[in-house]
């Protein structure tokens, strides 16, 4: 009897520790998840412009988004709106992306940012629906902005 104890005593514990192993995966892989699932979703945006990647940028287009490329406004589709960053970061290569100012709440959020491209330093309005989940940016302003360059 005292065998069938211990058994079920080390079966009982290496449960839990299977337990313990999943929810700390869990724990873990939460914090992995891309950050459309409640982190600041400023953060791979940003990411995405200071590196002049308009296809990864282009993840967080709505189908449809109003942009304004120095003052030039158009509504356009998630396609249409790719190419235009494409041809924006070709023009002006960006150097230095920064965040100065976010606000909001769900479901709508912006930020303002500084960007250095192509010698030149331009102020990024952006416009994101937080919610319903996925986040997507429905708004993106660039226009030339005064100040030295970085």
Same mark, same amino acid.
């Given at each position: 009897?005292? &065998?069938?104890?211990?058994?079920?005593?080390?079966?009982?514990? !290496?449960? /839990?520790?299977?337990?313990?192993?999943?929810?700390?995966?869990?724990? *873990? !892989? !939460?914090?992995?998840?891309?950050?459309?699932?409640?982190?600041? *979703?400023?953060?791979?945006?940003?990411?995405?412009?200071?590196? %002049?990647?308009?296809?990864?940028?282009? /993840?967080?287009?709505? $189908?449809?988004?109003?942009?304004?490329?120095?003052?030039?406004?158009?509504?356009?589709?998630? *396609?249409?709106?790719?190419?235009?960053?494409? $041809?924006?970061? /070709?023009?002006?290569?960006?150097?230095?992306?920064? =965040?100065?100012?976010?606000? %909001? $709440?769900?479901?709508?959020?912006? @930020? =303002?940012?500084?960007?250095?491209? %192509?010698?030149?330093?331009?102020?990024?309005?952006?416009?994101?629906?937080?919610?319903?989940?996925? @986040?997507?940016? &429905?708004?993106?302003?660039?226009?030339?902005?005064? %100040?030295? *360059?970085?």
């Amino acid at each position: 009897m005292h &065998l069938r104890i211990k058994n079920i005593h080390t079966s009982l514990i !290496s449960a /839990a520790a299977v337990i313990c192993i999943a929810a700390g995966f869990t724990a *873990v !892989s !939460s914090f992995s998840l891309p950050q459309r699932e409640g982190g600041d *979703v400023f953060v791979p945006i940003s990411k995405y412009i200071q590196k %002049g990647d308009a296809e990864k940028l282009s /993840a967080w287009f709505a $189908n449809n988004l109003e942009m304004e490329i120095l003052g030039n406004p158009t509504d356009c589709s998630k *396609v249409q709106a790719t190419q235009i960053m494409k $041809n924006f970061f /070709a023009e002006y290569t960006p150097k230095h992306f920064t =965040i100065l100012h976010k606000s %909001g $709440n769900p479901p709508m959020k912006y @930020a =303002i940012g500084n960007l250095t491209a %192509g010698g030149e330093n331009f102020r990024v309005i952006l416009l994101v629906r937080t919610q319903p989940s996925p @986040a997507q940016i &429905l708004q993106i302003r660039v226009e030339r902005s005064a %100040g030295a *360059v970085n």
